[in-house]
């Protein structure tokens, strides 16, 4: 039996992954004291990870050393554990590798056991997943979103942005999601009955920002770039900004110049807010319990964009950068479960 794992070769430019990284085998590693390996299941496929491919060093993450694998979040079973929290056999979500196998110290990946009595093993990356704590997290602890307040969410229709409309909702706000494309608008309208959509593409986001009523109290962020520019002249005094994402700059080696409206910060008397998920993944348990009442209730849920085998990866990756994807992008790895 061999480890089949993307290996990081180079740094990427833009979308041409497959000239950077390559489908490497080895022999399935063995798990040293306080190491725990696991067969994974199912590969999150996170928009952030785009950023460690850089040279960048001024990053939340180091870069991928090139020649190292490919570090991802991953769904599995323990396969063999030299730590005594973890047994064989259990559900665990962990940064592991883009592999069939993930091999990690716990302490390191924020390894954990999963609730095995969720229906469906996908909410664990979706609803109940790191984009659903930080929807939550980004929305009430950031923002302090409120009953009311007009909020403006960027990639509205990708997975944390399709949680963060949802929740917004449920707190009571008046909810306008942007997103490529009259389909993602129509859909978001539709399925998640928003009070507005606006598409990027079409042109004129700062006239369709403009006629927002009232003006913006909170802007959720998972893009940066332009779209940051246009939203900041249209927040309210005292408006708060939540820095989820900077998406539109991940490939970049260097960091991005701007916002070129940065000014309004300090005319609007505006509170802008970086936020991270493994800096409250101590408090996951209860992000995850509030985000399970929604869920058993119908209130919470989220399209997954599936693509089967480890050998497909590239391809589903690329929909985060080129828009392709609506929700959750997971491949499947097709080992049994
Ligand atoms: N702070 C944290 O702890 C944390 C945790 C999880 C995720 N995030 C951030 O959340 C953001 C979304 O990540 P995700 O993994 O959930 O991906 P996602 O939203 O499922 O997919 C990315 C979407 O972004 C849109 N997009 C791509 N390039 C864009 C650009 N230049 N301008 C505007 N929109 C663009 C595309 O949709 P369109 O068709 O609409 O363009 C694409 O479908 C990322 O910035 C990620 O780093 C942060």
């Given at each position: 039996?061999?480890?089949?794992?993307?290996?990081?070769?180079?740094?990427?430019?833009?979308?041409?992954?497959?000239a950077?990284?390559?489908?490497?085998?080895?022999?399935?590693?063995?798990?040293?004291?306080?190491?725990?390996?696991?067969?994974?299941?199912?590969?999150?496929?996170?928009?952030?990870?785009?950023?460690?491919?850089?040279?960048r060093?001024?990053?939340?993450?180091?870069?991928?050393?090139?020649?190292?694998?490919?570090?991802?979040?991953?769904?599995?079973?323990?396969?063999?554990?030299?730590?005594?929290?973890?047994?064989?056999?259990?559900?665990?979500?962990?940064?592991?590798?883009?592999a069939?196998?993930?091999?990690?110290?716990p302490?390191?990946?924020?390894?954990?056991?999963?609730?095995?009595d969720?229906?469906?093993?996908?909410?664990?990356?979706?609803?109940?997943g790191?984009?659903?704590?930080?929807a939550?997290?980004?929305?009430?602890?950031?923002?302090?979103?409120?009953?009311?307040?007009?909020v403006?969410i960027?990639?509205?229709?990708?997975?944390?942005?399709i949680?963060?409309?949802?929740?917004?909702?449920?707190?009571?706000?008046?909810?306008?999601?942007?997103?490529?494309?009259?389909?993602?608008?129509?859909?978001?309208?539709?399925?998640?009955?928003?009070?507005?959509?606006?598409?990027?593409?079409?042109?004129?986001?700062?006239?369709?920002?403009a006629?927002?009523?009232?003006?913006?109290?909170?802007?959720?962020?998972?893009?940066?770039?332009p779209i940051?520019?246009?939203?900041?002249?249209?927040?309210?005094?005292?408006?708060?900004?939540?820095?989820?994402?900077?998406?539109?700059g991940?490939?970049?080696?260097?960091?991005?110049?701007?916002?070129?409206?940065?000014?309004?910060?300090?005319?609007?008397?505006?509170?802008?807010?970086?936020?991270?998920?493994?800096?409250?993944?101590?408090?996951?348990?209860?992000?995850?319990?509030?985000?399970?009442?929604?869920?058993d209730?119908g209130?919470?849920?989220?399209?997954?964009?599936?693509?089967?085998?480890?050998e497909?990866?590239?391809?589903?990756y690329?929909?985060?950068?080129?828009?392709?994807?609506?929700?959750?992008?997971?491949?499947?790895?097709?080992?049994?479960?």
């Amino acid at each position: 039996m061999k480890n089949r794992f993307w290996q990081l070769n180079a740094n990427p430019e833009g979308t041409d992954f497959a000239a950077a990284l390559s489908l490497e085998e080895s022999a399935i590693p063995e798990p040293a004291e306080g190491e725990v390996l696991i067969e994974n299941q199912m590969l999150s496929l996170d928009a952030g990870t785009r950023m460690w491919m850089t040279s960048r060093t001024d990053g939340y993450q180091p870069p991928i050393p090139l020649g190292s694998p490919v570090a991802g979040l991953a769904l599995g079973r323990v396969i063999e554990s030299k730590d005594p929290n973890f047994q064989q056999g259990e559900l665990v979500r962990t940064f592991g590798q883009w592999a069939d196998y993930s091999l990690v110290r716990p302490e390191l990946s924020d390894l954990r056991q999963m609730n095995k009595d969720v229906a469906d093993a996908r909410q664990h990356f979706g609803v109940l997943g790191m984009n659903g704590w930080t929807a939550l997290w980004g929305l009430t602890e950031t923002a302090k979103a409120q009953a009311d307040d007009t909020v403006v969410i960027s990639a509205a229709a990708g997975a944390t942005g399709i949680l963060a409309c949802q929740i917004a909702k449920i707190l009571g706000c008046s909810v306008y999601g942007i997103a490529g494309g009259p389909e993602k608008c129509r859909y978001l309208m539709e399925t998640y009955n928003l009070d507005g959509a606006i598409d990027y593409k079409a042109g004129d986001i700062d006239g369709a920002l403009a006629a927002i009523p009232g003006g913006i109290d909170v802007y959720f962020d998972n893009v940066g770039g332009p779209i940051l520019e246009a939203v900041l002249p249209n927040m309210v005094h005292y408006g708060r900004v939540a820095i989820c994402g900077a998406l539109a700059g991940y490939d970049d080696s260097q960091a991005p110049k701007g916002p070129a409206t940065f000014d309004q910060i300090l005319m609007k008397r505006l509170t802008v807010t970086g936020f991270f998920s493994p800096d409250f993944s101590d408090q996951g348990d209860r992000l995850t319990a509030q985000l399970m009442t929604w869920l058993d209730a119908g209130l919470i849920d989220i399209p997954f964009d599936t693509t089967h085998g480890l050998e497909n990866v590239l391809t589903a990756y690329e929909k985060l950068f080129t828009g392709g994807n609506i929700g959750k992008v997971i491949v499947d790895l097709g080992a049994s479960s």
